[in-house]
Nanobody
């Protein structure tokens, strides 16, 4: 599966952004979809994941209550709605696909190119 992330940009603290990730192919519904982020000088970290049907979700504690992951299997797209953004949320955000429902970076075998999110104070 090939993934293409979009929707990043510059936003003030407290603002909102919605990231999208479009997947190619007809097997999108077979994959768990996740969002990860990587800030300069830091390791890539888990942000959110959504199960194959969209019925279950996982979130990092740092984004719980502020970010919402969703998917539209008819459109082969996964979204990350980000609200109440903080400067610490500044990072390159990546969408990824895995066969297992997990938060582990290593389990995700397919990655999009990343989209920059910058939150100014």
């Amino acid at each position: 599966v090939q993934l293409q992330a979009s929707g990043g940009g510059l936003v003030q603290a407290g603002g909102s952004l919605r990231l999208s990730c479009a997947a190619s192919g007809r097997t999108f519904r077979r994959y768990v979809m996740g969002w990860f982020r990587q800030a300069p000088g830091k390791e890539r970290e888990f942000v959110a994941a959504i199960s194959w049907s969209g019925g279950s979700t996982l979130y990092a504690d740092s984004v719980k209550g502020r970010f919402t992951i969703s998917r539209d299997n008819a459109k082969n797209t996964v979204y990350l709605q980000m609200s109440s953004l903080k400067p610490v949320d500044t990072a390159v955000y990546y969408c990824a696909a895995a066969l297992d429902y997990t938060t582990l970076v290593a389990a995700y075998g397919y990655w999009g190119q990343g989209t920059q999110v910058t939150v100014s104070s």
